[in-house]
């Protein structure tokens, strides 16, 4: 059973960093690209980045753009969402999830992802 656990997530202080994983199971993340996206109150879903099995960066949002990095350990096939200099604008739920379609992705949409995870609950607030 494919399945995509998100972690991590919490409350912190406007300025602070957080780590979110994505641990998968029943199918090689390796193999697969990975995107973090996010759904504010309120908002539609946002795609935050996105980054191919080989490694390569296909997408990174402008919100988050110097703050915010995506990246993978295959060995444990876990990804993971390094953010850093949250701002209250920031909070919201976060999902992880992974496509096996090659080709250009719809990392901003995330229209092109068929396993997502159940989300974490990010929240920055002082």
């Known amino acids: 059973q494919v399945q995509l656990v998100e972690s991590g997530g919490g409350l912190v202080q406007p300025g602070g960093s957080l780590r979110l994983s994505c641990a998968a199971s029943?199918?090689?993340?390796?193999?697969?690209?990975i995107g973090w996206f996010r759904q504010a109150p309120g908002k539609g879903r946002e795609g935050i980045s996105c980054m191919r099995g080989a490694g390569g960066i296909q997408y990174v949002a402008d919100s988050v753009r110097g703050r915010f990095a995506i990246s993978r350990d295959n060995a444990k096939n876990t990804a993971y969402l390094q953010m850093n200099s949250l701002k209250p604008d920031d909070t919201a739920v976060y999902y992880c999830?992974?496509?096996?379609?090659?080709?250009?992705?719809?990392?901003?949409?995330?229209?092109?992802?068929?396993?997502w995870g159940q989300g974490t609950q990010v929240t920055v607030s002082s």
């Open positions: 029943g199918f090689t993340l390796a193999s697969y690209t």
């Open positions: 999830a992974a496509t096996d379609l090659v080709g250009l992705i719809a990392c901003d949409t995330g229209h092109d992802f068929g396993s």
